[in-house]
């Protein structure tokens, strides 16, 4: 078997103490074979493994952000002709955006899973590592599923992704389409609780794998699959309502809380704090580049940070005043940041902004603060990007949101319940606990809270309410800044930065599979329309 070993991934605080582990990752062997499941270090490189997706820029990189951008939430921060065509719902099956690597990535690990779950249940090993690697490979396939059937499958017409499990033999691997992506998200929903079942709480982990799935990781996620199913079939906000109280109702050291100060939640030695469900790990030499992709377009020669996603001033006033969210999510012009050790003044003088929209998002930048940044919170090349701070997929807030809507949704608007939980959400932001639990504000506080995060998604969350056709009708705008002739900050003026677009519902909801993808199967059905 080929081995790679990449560094290691820095581990941070919990409970008040610096805790570091070391990692290796390693290459599989293709699918299928069975030569290398003899050893306990089999099991263990197999379930390293795992990890190898983190490294791909198409995946934690850009990647699915592409169809984030669609949102009222983004635009595109520099010139990109084939990012424009996602944006404006005029994209090719062989748009060569690197969304389209997702899929393939996402084949890769799921095969993983199902070599786990195929070899390791027959094998001579100890069964508290029998029972760790079955759960990781029960929760890898769901998760594998779970970040492709949002954007490409649906409840008719077009259908779900073909189902490839543990037991699909290898000449069968070209499968054709369930009829309803329902079909995956009970399988998903299943095989989290699964691995649920099997893996420790995460206070039974050991320090060194911290960053691995535990319970309370597939129980949310869990969750969020059976709120992506209720938009075809409301009887999922029960399941909703279900999983989410197991990560509520956690006691001692396992119990999960919202962190006390938003400003302060995206900062390496928060990766692991109460707030943590699952993110994914990297450091100065590799991981997820997705915090370097946002900020201004070369970092004014500081640092190269790309500049391709933007907030808009539709963002930007969704937020109500005295919301410390805002402030903490995206800078404005004449707000201060510190970057590459320098405090600069955003917009102003040699600091001024290139970004679509006069404005740029500051939410993950909390690694290139410091004057020595660079070599040791983030990568020393800029077109790497990878950092010490977790990409957040899934915290408690979201598991807070999403029985606040199950619970509006299924019991009605005013709920006591749901305006207990959105007043939890509302008091962290610094507002009035005055929640009146509509479907309204439900919508806006998952837009506030979770904006820009790289899971989950506000292009899903308007699609899967109906609200994508009716919100990208209207233009997108931002903010152009006005100095003196001393070049000091006067005011800013609004600007439209985006022209209004036509989702069409019937066909939009869902994003073309892969051209490449379709070519080299048989039974793989286009999205219609495509």
């Not at 008040?16 to 030569?35: A, I, R």
């Not at 597939?218 to 938009?231: D, E, G, K, T, V």
């Amino acid at each position: 078997m080929k081995l790679k070993k990449y560094t290691a991934i820095a581990m941070t605080l919990i409970a008040g103490n610096l805790l570091s582990g070391c990692n290796d990752f390693l290459e599989h062997d293709p699918y299928g074979t069975t030569e290398h499941w003899k050893t306990e270090t089999d099991v263990l490189r197999s379930l390293n493994a795992f990890h190898e997706f983190t490294y791909v820029e198409g995946v934690t990189g850009r990647g699915l952000m592409w169809f984030e951008n669609c949102s009222d939430n983004l635009v595109t921060g520099r010139p990109q002709a084939e990012a424009a065509q996602i944006k404006n719902f005029q994209m090719s099956a062989d748009n060569g955006r690197d969304a389209k690597v997702n899929w393939g990535e996402m084949a890769k690990l799921n095969a993983k899973a199902n070599d786990i779950l195929r070899n390791v249940p027959t094998m001579n090993i100890s069964d508290a590592l029998k029972n760790k690697a079955i759960g990781q490979g029960h929760f890898y396939r769901a998760f594998a599923y779970l970040w492709l059937a949002p954007f490409y499958g649906d409840n008719g017409p077009n259908g779900g992704i073909p189902i490839i499990t543990e037991k699909t033999l290898t000449q069968e691997l070209d499968q054709e389409r369930p009829a309803s992506v329902l079909a995956n998200y009970d399988m998903i929903i299943a095989d989290f609780r699964k691995a649920a079942e099997l893996l420790p709480y995460m206070s039974e982990q050991d320090p060194s794998d911290y960053g691995r799935p535990h319970k309370a990781a597939a129980w949310a996620f869990a969750a969020r699959a059976a709120l992506y199913a209720s938009q075809y079939d409301s009887k999922y906000f029960d399941t909703v309502i279900e999983l989410c109280d197991k990560v509520i109702n956690m006691t001692g050291k396992d119990k999960r809380a919202l962190y006390p100060d938003y400003t302060k939640l995206f900062r390496e030695e928060n990766n692991f704090s109460s707030e943590y469900l699952f993110s994914l790990l990297g450091n100065a030499t590799e991981g997820p580049k997705f915090h370097g992709m946002s900020f201004q377009n070369k970092g004014w020669g500081l640092y190269n940070t790309w500049g391709y996603f933007q907030p808009t001033l539709e963002l930007y006033k969704a937020f109500e005043k005295g919301d410390t969210r805002r402030d903490a999510t995206i800078l404005f012009p004449n707000n201060h940041i510190q970057f590459v050790g320098r405090d600069i003044t955003y917009g102003v003088g040699a600091w001024r902004s290139n970004s679509e929209s006069g404005m740029t998002f500051r939410k993950f930048m909390s690694p290139w603060e410091a004057a020595d940044c660079i070599g040791k919170t983030v990568n020393t090349n800029g077109d790497n990007a990878s950092n010490r701070l977790g990409t957040v997929l899934i915290r408690y807030a979201d598991v807070l949101l999403m029985k606040a809507e199950a619970l509006i949704w299924s019991k009605g608007e005013g709920n006591a319940e749901a305006k207990a939980l959105l007043n939890q959400i509302r008091k962290r932001a610094g507002l009035a606990e005055n929640s009146k639990a509509t479907k309204e504000e439900l919508k806006n506080e998952r837009r506030c809270e979770l904006a820009f995060e790289f899971q989950p998604s506000r292009h899903v969350d308007l699609v899967r309410w109906g609200d994508a056709q009716a919100a990208y009708a209207k233009p997108l705008h931002g903010v152009r800044t006005i100095l003196n002739d001393k070049g000091e900050f006067v005011r800013t003026e609004e600007v439209e930065i985006w022209p209004a677009r036509q989702f069409d519902p019937k066909k939009h909801h869902v994003f073309p599979i892969p051209a490449a993808e379709i070519k080299k199967s048989k039974h793989l059905k286009q999205n219609i329309g495509y």
